[in-house]
């Protein structure tokens, strides 16, 4: 399957005035090398920044959740990057950590991590891929413009066949496996380069990279995670 195509997102000049401090990549002082580990990673985690959530909301496709539609999501699906609804949180909740790992936008706490997993998915971006996938949400469709576009694609990975599973059939998917794991790839290689600096910075140094490599070959897509 292909890697995710990037949506347009907040400009490099907002993430740069407002996240890059923000989400500046945590640090614990004055930790023993010996006491590392759980504690240093619980130390680590915080609410949401509001610089990072006003960007979030700047992301395409964000303002809906991402299998229903409903306006405003206020919870996470972590591993994909995307917002959704209070209801659509329940039902990724049943599907495991491994495949679906949520948290509260408003009420949880963070790790560095998962804030740039969040800053460089989106619904748009998700529901893109899905679409190229034939993975529609559920048979019924949703309200979402990105749900609809996905809809109309078919069932080719056979799913979505009325099992009522309520949109969270592509989830447990080989191609939403690819997803996860090129998204976690991504956020980790973007928070190891130092402060976050917005989608437009982390996808050209990307770019960058893979041209100066081996001629920018192998029909990958340029950006995104």
Aim: aromatic share 4%.
């Amino acid at each position: 399957p292909r890697s995710p195509s990037p949506s347009p997102g907040p400009s490099s000049a907002d993430a740069s005035a407002a996240a890059a401090v923000t989400v500046g990549r945590g640090r614990t002082e004055g930790t023993s090398i010996r006491r590392r580990g759980a504690a240093v990673a619980e130390e680590n985690m915080r609410p949401f920044p509001p610089a990072c959530r006003r960007l979030l909301t700047c992301i395409e496709g964000n303002v809906r959740c991402v299998d229903c539609g409903e306006a405003n999501p206020e919870w996470a699906s972590v591993s994909y990057g995307a917002l959704l609804c209070l209801g659509c949180s329940g039902k990724h909740r049943s599907l495991g950590v491994k495949t679906s790992f949520v948290r509260s936008v408003s009420m949880d706490h963070w790790s560095h991590s998962q804030i740039l997993c969040m800053l460089e998915g989106g619904n748009h971006q998700l529901s893109q891929f899905f679409a190229r996938h034939r993975l529609p949400p559920s048979p019924g469709g949703g309200r979402s413009a990105s749900a609809s576009a996905s809809a109309g694609a078919g069932d080719a990975n056979g799913s979505g066949s009325g099992n009522g599973n309520s949109g969270t059939h592509r989830y447990r998917t080989v191609a939403a496996r690819f997803y996860r794991e090129k998204l976690a790839e991504h956020a980790g290689d973007v928070g190891g380069r130092g402060e976050y600096r917005g989608r437009e910075a982390a996808r050209s140094g990307r770019r960058r990279r893979s041209d100066g490599g081996d001629g920018g070959g192998g029909g990958g897509r340029s950006g995104g995670p």
